[in-house]
């Protein structure tokens, strides 16, 4: 991939200059591939990068189990009993509801976008105009976060079956902080200083992240002066919601993850679980069940056994063989990916942060393939890197945050943790997804050439702010609608559920559709 580096500046800035014309020079691991031709190598490179997303997903499926882990960690703390006046030790958890939705749900879920602009800031180091590559991922994730997600959520719980916000007063606060970080991206891009981003806008726009956090926080506690004086309905007592008993046997049960691990190893119960923090009938916290050594080898290993393991149990019991061909044939198009995650530390090991680390390392490494991907779709295409990162990389790394919002809109009793994740998710793509790549880039221009950063698309970055927040208010609108109308955001009758999410998918193309014509200059 190293020949694809010292040019992939000039494929960024205004896409590239070959396709159509001459053969693009650049390849991804063999010189061979200059010789094909230029559909093939399209072809073969959405095909690599579609291979890629599948990866991400299935990482994102062990990255949810440890993450779980990390939250349920509790400590003990010492209390006087009122009635029996005597001391008493109590679990109490460590990580705040509030905290725990934007600090490693929301972060964790963004992780794709973040390291993906991280990564095309760092590579862009000594230029003086930003890389689109980033921006115009997370502008067009955040648009897959509120729309197509929420298409979704909205249809997931039963027919009938209707789930609110609990505490709205949180909601507002990220739903706030979701608007405002839209709102300041543009008024530094346009008013202040348009067309470039100063050291000091860079540096504010990180810090709003830690605001958002202790604004959130105090919400949640109802500090005075700085919270909403609103009323929290009942919400679940843990962050992570129970899972649904294991199914009886004979009874095929669905994995709740993603669609990527069939979950046979779950349904295994002679088996220790090395992928669900709720295994089984579990009541007692993780903290007070940790494996010995032993047991932890022992789970390791098993890991790269069920990585390469194509047929279980649980298959051979399908009566249809058409099915279990294609249930093989997917196990041994994900087996490579697979068996590279099985080096993932286990999530008993220090309360799930190694393996928390391990999960993020591994999205940052396929964050890098996707960017290199990118600009060779670019080159031997023509299509604007700005468009393709509007569409399918804000798609494809929006996955997690997906699989986050529809998991919590299955598991939980309220609709809070699904749709925090997606307005706070918005509010981290901003504040760290796009202000820690250009604190990178600016923090090195002033000491260097005492100049700060330019952005070159702010046209097409600027009216893509304006289209997101144009629609984002029509998707609002409707959910406070829902919620006077039928009491609840998610669920309800199944027709107005799936009239509500086709609103929301209409939506999204058209802010896909008008702001690729506004950068491809049809507009």
Not at 235 to 262: F, L
Not at 263 to 276: H, L, T
């Amino acid at each position: 991939m190293a020949p694809l580096n010292s040019n992939s500046s000039e494929i960024m800035h205004g896409g590239s200059n070959y396709s159509g014309h001459e053969k693009c020079p650049f390849y991804l691991l063999f010189q061979y591939e200059t010789t094909l031709d230029l559909g093939l190598r399209g072809f073969l490179y959405f095909l690599a990068l579609a291979y890629c997303f599948i990866g991400l997903s299935a990482i994102t499926d062990r990255f949810f189990r440890c993450m779980e882990t990390v939250v349920k960690q509790s400590r003990a703390v010492e209390e006087i009993d009122p009635t029996t006046n005597t001391k008493v030790i109590r679990n109490k958890k460590v990580w705040n509801y509030a905290v725990a939705d934007i600090a490693l749900l929301a972060f964790g879920t963004s992780f794709p976008q973040i390291s993906l602009a991280t990564i095309d800031a760092i590579r862009n180091i000594g230029e003086l105009y930003a890389g689109g590559l980033g921006p115009g991922t997370l502008v067009g994730s955040a648009a897959f976060d509120l729309f197509p997600i929420h298409a979704v959520c909205v249809v997931v719980p039963k027919a009938g079956e209707l789930k609110k916000i609990a505490d709205i007063g949180v909601w507002l606060v990220g739903l706030f902080w979701s608007f405002w970080a839209y709102i300041w991206l543009y008024i530094i891009l346009k008013v202040w200083t348009p067309n470039v981003i100063t050291l000091w806008e860079a540096l504010f726009t990180v810090v709003q992240y830690g605001l958002l956090l202790m604004h959130a926080y105090a919400q949640d506690k109802r500090w005075p002066f700085v919270s909403l004086p609103m009323k929290r309905d009942e919400r679940p007592e843990d962050w992570v919601p129970e899972e649904t008993p294991p199914c009886r046997k004979g009874d095929v049960e669905p994995h709740m993850y993603t669609g990527i691990h069939e979950g046979d190893e779950v349904r295994n119960r002679n088996i220790v679980d090395i992928y669900s923090a709720h295994s089984g009938n579990e009541e007692q916290s993780l903290d007070d069940n940790i494996p010995k050594k032993d047991d932890l080898a022992s789970i390791w290993k098993r890991q790269f056994i069920d990585a390469v393991t194509l047929e279980t149990a649980e298959s051979r019991k399908l009566n249809s063989p058409s099915l279990s061909l294609a249930k093989a044939f997917w196990k041994l198009l994900i087996a490579p990916w697979r068996l590279l995650f099985a080096f993932v530390p286990p999530y008993q090991i220090a309360h799930g942060w190694i393996a928390f680390l391990f999960s993020l390392a591994f999205i940052a490494g396929i964050a890098y393939v996707v960017t290199k991907l990118t600009d060779l779709i670019s080159c031997v295409t023509g299509i604007h890197p700005y468009i393709i990162a509007l569409t399918a990389l804000a798609a494809g790394t929006s996955w997690p945050d997906l699989v986050a919002s529809k998991i919590a809109a299955e598991r939980q009793i309220t609709a809070d943790s699904a749709i925090a994740n997606i307005t706070c998710s918005n509010s981290v793509n901003i504040y760290v997804g796009i202000g820690v790549p250009w604190l990178i880039n600016t923090t090195y221009n002033y000491f260097a050439y005492k100049e700060p950063l330019r952005i070159e698309n702010v046209g097409g970055l600027s009216f893509s702010l304006l289209m997101f927040f144009a629609t984002s208010v029509g998707c609002i609108v409707v959910l406070v609608f829902r919620r006077l109308t039928l009491g609840a955001e998610l669920g309800g009758p199944r027709h107005w559920a799936w009239i509500t999410s086709i609103y929301f998918m209409m939506l999204w193309l058209i802010f896909v559709t008008l702001s690729s014509l506004r950068v491809s200059g049809a507009t």
